[in-house]
T-cell receptor, first 114, second 115 residues
Framework: GAGVSQSPRYKVAKRGQDVALRCDPI?????LFWYQQALGQGPEFLTY????????KSGLPSDRFFAERPEGSVSTLKIQRTQQEDSAVYLC????????????FGPGTRLTVT | SQKIEQNSEALNIQEGKTATLTCNYT??????LQWYRQDPGRGPVFLLL?????KEKRKERLKVTFDTTLKQSLFHITASQPADSATYLC??????????????FGTGTRLTIIP
């Protein structure tokens, strides 16, 4: 079956522009996660949804970051007024839900802010 | 402060030998610990999960151990092959998460198997 897909795969934004990153999770997966990965580092948690409910957004770096999952499936991560420090790979993952379930990751969106 | 450390940034192992990667954590009580593999330009791929009450888990050439006294997990790849070359990440779910599934990752170890 299809895995997690993300679009675009690469995004170049000028500083100050808004960007929207899309995630299509595996069909039927209840939980959806966004992580940010800097070069040479492990992924860092940003936010987590169970169906359409955003249960944890403690990892979002600032109020310029906003995520939604309005119908409990596709999710969008929006970054307003991008800054150079936002340059990173943004990974989306989904799971069946429940503690201890493996997370299935998409290929990521590489965001470069110039 | 809470920390997850993986033994080294890079590890080179001769083909056919056993590769052993280390994940140490401080100020966590993990309920679960997972290992993922990440290839360049791709997202992490799940390999193995071990629970706090388990000492060891195996899957084909992979073995994970979990020592909650030492606060350490070891990840072994036996009979290593060049195709095993990748970055390996450990990730944990603390007991204190109260049902929150988010993972906290280590920085990863880049493993290279030399033919």
């Amino acid at each position: 079956g299809a895995g997690v897909s993300q679009s675009p795969r690469y995004k170049v934004a000028k500083r100050g522009q808004d960007v929207a990153l899309r995630c299509d999770p595996i069909s039927g997966h209840v939980s959806l996660f966004w992580y940010q990965q800097a070069l040479g580092q492990g992924p860092e948690f940003l936010t987590y949804f169970q169906n359409e409910a955003q249960l944890d957004k403690s990892g979002l770096p600032s109020d310029r970051f906003f995520a939604e999952r309005p119908e409990g499936s596709v999710s969008t991560l929006k970054i307003q007024r991008t800054q150079q420090e936002d340059s990173a790979v943004y990974l989306c993952a989904s799971s069946r839900g429940g503690l201890g379930n493996e997370q299935y990751f998409g290929p990521g969106t590489r965001l470069t802010v110039t | 402060s809470q920390k997850i450390e993986q033994n080294s940034e890079a590890l080179n192992i001769q083909e056919g030998k056993t590769a052993t990667l280390t994940c140490n954590y401080t100020n966590y009580s993990p309920a679960y610990l997972q290992w993922y593999r990440q290839d360049p330009g791709r997202g992490p791929v799940f390999l193995l999960l071990i629970r706090e009450n388990e000492k060891e888990k195996r899957k084909e050439r992979l073995k994970v151990t979990f020592d909650t006294t030492l606060k350490q997990s070891l990840f072994h790849i036996t009979a290593s092959q060049p195709a095993d070359s990748a970055t390996y990440l450990c990730a944990l779910t603390p007991q204190s998460n109260f049902g929150n599934e988010k993972l906290t990752f280590g920085t990863g170890t880049r493993l290279t198997i030399i033919p």
